[in-house]
């Protein structure tokens, strides 16, 4: 399971103080394993830029995903959520869609998932090792 915020890598070690991981873009990444990052603090956290949270469960290649994004101390995309077995929406998953907002770019042949790199590992323990 991956449980994290991602955002512009600055403003999260800015507002968090906490170790983030560098992704593609100028992404970052504040794994959140255990959900301790309440929507208050996304919320404040957002008056410096926008921030999504996003979840996604996945085991044999089936999965489901949760993405809600903040900006100005609002929710202004989600809660989004693709159950598994369900067709992914013309628009693209919820996280491909939050982080589209967050203004990540996909290159042809790719969703915003891969661009940035989130990828590399599904378990939100991985991004902290």
């Known amino acids: ?5 991602v955002g512009e890598a600055e403003l999260l070690r800015r507002a ?3 170790r983030v991981v560098s992704l593609g873009q100028g992404m970052g990444l504040l794994p959140d394993a255990t959900g301790v990052v309440s929507e208050a603090e996304l919320g404040a956290w957002s008056a410096l830029g926008a921030v999504a949270r996003v979840e996604a469960e996945y085991f ?11 900006e100005g101390g609002e929710v ?5 959520h693709l159950p598994e077995g ?6 693209g998953s919820p996280i491909s ?19 940035v790199g989130l990828g590399r590992h599904r378990a939100t323990e991985d991004w902290l090792n």
């Open 1 to 5: 399971m991956l449980l994290g915020v």
């Open 16 to 18: 968090s103080g906490a």
């Open 60 to 70: 044999g290649g089936l999965g489901e995903q949760w993405a809600t994004v903040w």
């Open 76 to 80: 202004v995309l989600g809660p989004l």
């Open 86 to 91: 369900e067709e992914l929406p013309a628009e």
């Open 97 to 115: 869609r939050a982080l589209r907002r967050l203004g990540v770019v996909a290159g042809a042949g790719e969703d915003e998932f891969s661009a």
